[in-house]
């Protein structure tokens, strides 16, 4: 069965930074594309970032780029999104994804809440 | 990258066929087969219901399918049911080699 299980989230100062985690089992971890994505409370989905199997190919999307950074440790089975000079309009549930075998879609975790305030 | 564009809300009765649109320009939907519709109920993740534009994963009813004419990406539900009620996110691959939702449609089953 597949499992994706983010974790790191929690309450945060603004300008703080934040490390999430996606824990992944049940699939070759390391043959997949992984994605983060978050949804703001009461707001739709927003795409941020996804990184290749090996780690060799990045993409944010341009409203965090330079603030956040996707990687990964395939000896872990575990994508990270490092967050940091954080601000309020980054409260969110951040939700992990890795994408099929065979196409462009994405499969998503539960999601981690990340509040950022004073 | 501007998000997609979609009706905020949509309805019907039972049984009925219902289609929610998705338009983009030709710099995402139109220029490529990676168009994935996504159904997430109230306080639930995200979940994958149509990918490269028409393709089911395994378990997704046949009653949803997925086309694409031009800019705009369509998702059809048909023989309507009540747990179809959920919001609806498009997605597509884009020229920047990112990806873009839509702003998402809410389906009220009547």
């Known amino acids: 069965e597949v499992q994706l299980v983010e974790s790191g989230g929690g309450l945060v100062q603004p300008g703080g930074s934040l490390r999430l985690s996606c824990a992944a089992s049940?699939?070759?971890?390391?043959?997949?594309?992984m994605y983060w994505v978050r949804q703001a409370p009461g707001k739709g989905l927003v795409w941020l970032s996804r990184i290749n199997g090996d780690g060799s190919s990045t993409s944010h999307a341009d409203s965090v780029k330079g603030r956040f950074t996707i990687s990964r440790d395939n000896a872990k089975n575990t994508v990270f999104l490092q967050m940091n000079s954080l601000r309020a309009e980054d409260t969110a549930v951040y939700y992990c994804?890795?994408?099929?075998?065979?196409?462009?879609?994405?499969?998503w975790g539960q999601g981690t809440l990340v509040t950022v305030s004073s | 990258q501007s998000a997609l564009t979609q009706p905020a809300s949509v309805s019907g009765s039972p049984g009925q066929l219902i289609t929610i649109s998705c338009t983009g320009t030709?710099?995402?939907?139109?220029?490529?087969?990676?168009v994935s519709w996504y159904q997430q109920h109230p306080g639930k993740a995200p979940k994958l219901m149509i990918y490269?534009?028409?393709n089911r994963p395994s378990g997704v009813s046949n009653r949803f399918s997925g086309s694409k004419s031009g800019n705009t990406a369509s998702l059809t539900i048909s023989g309507l049911q009540a747990e179809d009620e959920a919001d609806y996110y498009c997605?597509?691959?884009?020229?920047?080699?990112?990806?873009?939702f839509g702003g998402g449609t809410k389906l009220t089953v009547l």
């Open positions: 490269d534009v028409s």
């Open positions: 997605n597509s691959y884009t020229s920047s080699n990112t990806f873009v």
């Open positions: 049940g699939f070759t971890f390391s043959r997949h594309w």
């Open positions: 994804g890795y994408q099929g075998s065979g196409g462009s879609g994405v499969y």
């Open positions: 030709s710099s995402d939907i139109g220029g490529y087969n990676y």
